[in-house]
């Protein structure tokens, strides 16, 4: 089958180009593993208590991760999801040697920076593409340097985080189906295209270098929006965008919910990590536009804001029907009109309610 991406290449470029983490002694490091695997365990109650999902599957425990192994751990989920969609694409047709060997050693060196330069900025993630049901990974030197950078209570930021991380879980193991969901969503995403297999796979090519150019030259102007080139491929991309934000802001506010009873310093932490989210010099501003992650913070904002208008309708109850099946999950421009959501879901007087 044709390979698309060097994958032993884009791992050994991530761990290369990736940063080192903050300095800690062989004690502190056990330590943070230790107290994040416990806090982790202690989200799962809180989450479950707030929001009423609790997991329908069996799932691996808590993966506490360096840089490298989270690149690494990505790169494998991409390898079993991006292979199979190239062969479907090329219908297994083989590139000439010289062709296939030059373009797959390119796109693992560009995959490798991108991958390098956000395994420095991520503090945890539900990696939902190497097996089934996921795993949730947290990022130990991550979270240690951005509590050292907030000056944050390291028991407080540490749980604030695994709040975070730990809905993201209870999504996809509460909700069996949103794991299949989303896949299918990425694969009809490929399937949209109207150009054929060799096209997109230039297209894809093109994306990809466009994210490491953005790591190397945030002055370049280009965007992987590019990608989108058909009417199919942009009603795929508005599904996901939803689903991507109403994600994202249930985490947010879930977090925000549950920390002014369990972190007695929340406030402050929010604060001061609001403010390192819009902060950021020329350099960054540029590269977090282009790699998307402008995007995710505003997915944040407005996610919340969709899932706060909800709640305040129709309580928690009532929101949890947005998991019933991929026919109740908000429309791109529902995230904007929580009544537009309820109508639809509820009936336009919404939930009857409680006796008594």
Known sequence: ????????????????????GPPVSYAEATEVVGDLRR????????????????????????RVVDRRDWAATNIAG???VVGPLVGRLTKDK???????????????????TVLAYLSGRVLGQYEVFSAEPGQLLLVAPNIVEVERKLAAEPRDF???????????????????????YFLGEVQAFVDASASGGDHLLERLRRGIATLADAVKDPE??????DLVQTPAQKAV?????????????????????????VIPSVERIRAAFNRRREAGNPLEKGIRRLLGVDVKMRQYAEGRTFVHGVVERVGMAGFNRVFASPLTLPRLEE??????????????????????
Request: net charge negative; hydrophobic share 45%.
């Open 1 to 20: 089958m044709a390979q698309f991406v060097d994958w032993d290449l884009a791992a050994a470029t991530a761990g290369v180009l990736g940063k080192s």
């Open 237 to 261: 991309l508005d599904r996901l965008t939803a689903l991507m934000t109403l994600l994202e802001g249930h985490a947010e506010f879930v977090m925000d919910g549950v920390g002014p009873q």
């Open 158 to 180: 540490r749980l604030w985080v695994c709040l975070h991380e730990v809905t993201h879980r209870s999504q996809f193991t509460a909700v069996p189906w949103m794991r299949a």
């Open 39 to 62: 806090l982790t365990d202690e989200a799962v109650g809180h989450v479950a208590d707030f929001t009423g999902l609790r997991s329908q599957v069996s799932h691996p425990p808590v």
């Open 94 to 112: 083989q590139p000439g040697a010289l062709t296939g060997a030059v373009g797959s050693r390119i796109t693992g060196v560009q995959a490798g």
């Open 335 to 356: 995230l904007g009109d929580p009544d537009a959501w309820v109508a639809r879901v509820h009936g336009p007087a919404g939930p009857l309610p409680a006796a008594g």
């Open 220 to 225: 370049s102007r280009t965007s992987v929006l």
């Open 78 to 80: 991409l390898r079993e």
